[in-house]
């Protein structure tokens, strides 16, 4: 079993930044991909960024350029860097790390005022 906790969340004026962090922990981790995705209210969770072991970033369109994802396995902790926040990056943002199956963060709300 693995157990996410997620911070960093807040808000946030527009052209600012926040950094998101989740930690792993439980026995027998075993992480392949940590990666962060968000929800607005309305629509579907969608992907922000991802990371796998050994691999490229992963980014979505929408946030290439602005966001940058990392990890420190030693830690099993991921971050996610978001600069030049805009109005549309609010949403809940959801941790999410791979190892035989999908643990998911409650998430964490970022909200960007214009």
């Known amino acids: 079993q693995v157990q996410l906790v997620e911070s960093g969340g807040g808000l946030v004026q527009a052209g600012g930044s926040l950094r998101l962090s989740c930690e792993a922990s439980g026995s027998r981790l075993g992480i392949n991909v940590m990666g962060w995705y968000r929800q607005v209210a309305g629509k579907q969770r969608e992907l922000a960024a991802r990371?796998?072991?050994?691999?490229?970033?992963n980014y979505a369109d929408s946030v290439k350029g602005r966001f940058t994802i990392s990890r420190d396995n030693a830690k099993n902790t991921v971050y996610l860097q978001m600069n030049s926040l805009k109005p549309e990056d609010s949403g809940i943002y959801y941790c999410n790390v791979v190892t035989w199956r999908d643990y998911w963060g409650k998430g964490t709300l970022v909200t960007v005022a214009s």
């Open positions: 990371l796998s072991n050994g691999g490229t970033p």
